[in-house]
């Protein structure tokens, strides 16, 4: 199992920009998938990005493209998700999330971006974006 802990989130104003980073720890390979989640208070976790371990695929959800970039680093074993343009709506917890693509059924290129297709979990970060 892969162990996942999340960092940088905080306070920023509207307009302002983040980098999320989450450590993996544990044993990667490249088709092992990570995205990241966020959930706002009284809201249903919901998907934003998610990239594949040696960074050949990425997907987005459409209220973060062109705003939020994923990016992995293979030799710190961390996942980045850069955040500009910021919104007071971005205001959430943020997780980053793991699973081995094998057996997931999807086609070649495409990633998960439900809750439920991810079995390793960080315990998130907090992400305040003030008006």
């Known amino acids: 199992q892969v162990q996942l802990v999340e960092s940088g989130g905080g306070l920023v104003q509207a307009g302002g920009s983040l980098r999320l980073s989450c450590a993996a720890s544990g044993h990667t390979f490249n088709t092992y998938a990570v995205g990241w989640f966020r959930q706002a208070q009284g809201r249903d976790r919901e998907f934003n990005a998610a990239?594949?371990?040696?960074?050949?695929?990425?997907k987005y959800t459409d209220s973060v493209k062109g705003r939020f970039t994923v990016s992995r680093d293979a030799a710190k074993n961390t996942v980045y998700l850069q955040m500009n343009f910021l919104k007071p709506e971005d205001t959430a917890v943020y997780y980053c999330?793991?699973?081995?693509?094998?057996?997931?059924?999807?086609?070649?290129?495409?990633?998960?971006?439900?809750?439920?297709?991810?079995?390793?979990w960080g315990r998130g970060t907090q992400v305040t974006v003030s008006s």
């Open positions: 990239i594949i371990w040696n960074g050949i695929y990425t």
């Open positions: 999330a793991g699973v081995a693509l094998d057996g997931l059924g999807l086609r070649v290129g495409d990633l998960p971006d439900q809750v439920h297709e991810y079995r390793d």
